[in-house]
């Protein structure tokens, strides 16, 4: 079973609208990363969230974090075309590895002229 | 900006054929990784590296062999390839474990007919 994971498979909206993107997770964790993937791309990290933290910006995305329901929200301001891509929350792995980061199954978000 | 390098982008195959896919990265990383993604886009870690040493082996069929020359490289060879081998695989890296950004390749796409 997946240790995090989006909340919506799709989502699609136009140019200039606001967007947000959700994930739970069923874990203590340390940190909580998005991660964007555009077609014929790796994954690129967005944002890495602790879980001392409880809200994260980096230009027009701001990521939330809220531990006690454990889950996480990223959203995207002045959406372009550019942003539509697969994104991912990814977590912390647990069960004696420090070297795993478990992925969400990804939210397509398609912005539209 | 692409630091993670991997050979070759596309890799065509039939059923039992062995072959291996080279990753790099210039980043000085002390972790590599190798993450299988599905015609789904479902991210599933298979290997951790850190400083030559295996860290994670997920319970990837023994065909799967991943080999480290040094901590700037990690290949992935599969010795008589299976029709559900087919998909993406991704190397990344990381400074240390996965509580840091990892940086992704751009993936060697797999196709077994």
């Known amino acids: 079973s997946q240790l995090a994971e989006e909340n919506s498979w799709a989502l699609s909206v136009h140019e200039g609208e606001s967007v947000t993107v959700n994930c739970s997770y069923k874990t203590s964790i340390t940190a909580l990363q998005w991660y964007r993937q555009k077609s014929g791309k790796g994954p690129a990290q967005l944002i890495l969230?602790?879980?001392?933290?409880r809200e994260k910006r980096n230009g027009r995305l701001r990521a939330t974090l809220d531990t006690s329901s454990q889950s996480s929200s990223l959203s995207i301001t002045a959406t372009r075309c550019e942003d539509t891509a697969v994104y991912f929350c990814?977590?912390?792995?647990?069960?004696?590895?420090?070297?795993?980061?478990?992925f969400g199954k990804g939210t397509l978000l398609t912005v539209t002229p | 900006e692409t630091a993670v390098f991997q050979t070759p982008n596309y890799h065509v195959t039939q059923v039992g054929n062995e072959v291996s896919f080279n990753c790099k990265q210039t980043l000085g990383h002390d972790t590599m990784y190798w993450y299988k993604q599905d015609s789904k886009k479902l991210l599933k870690i298979m290997f951790s590296y850190n400083n030559k040493q295996l860290i994670v082996n997920e319970t990837v069929p023994r065909r799967f062999s991943p080999q480290s020359s040094d901590k700037a490289h990690l290949n992935l060879r599969i010795k008589s390839v299976e029709p559900e081998d087919s998909a993406v695989y991704l190397c990344a890296s990381s400074y240390t474990g996965f509580h840091e950004r990892l940086f992704f390749g751009h993936g060697t796409k797999l196709s077994v007919l």
């Open positions: 990814a977590t912390d792995g647990v069960g004696g590895s420090n070297y795993k980061l478990t």
């Open positions: 969230i602790r879980s001392n933290e």
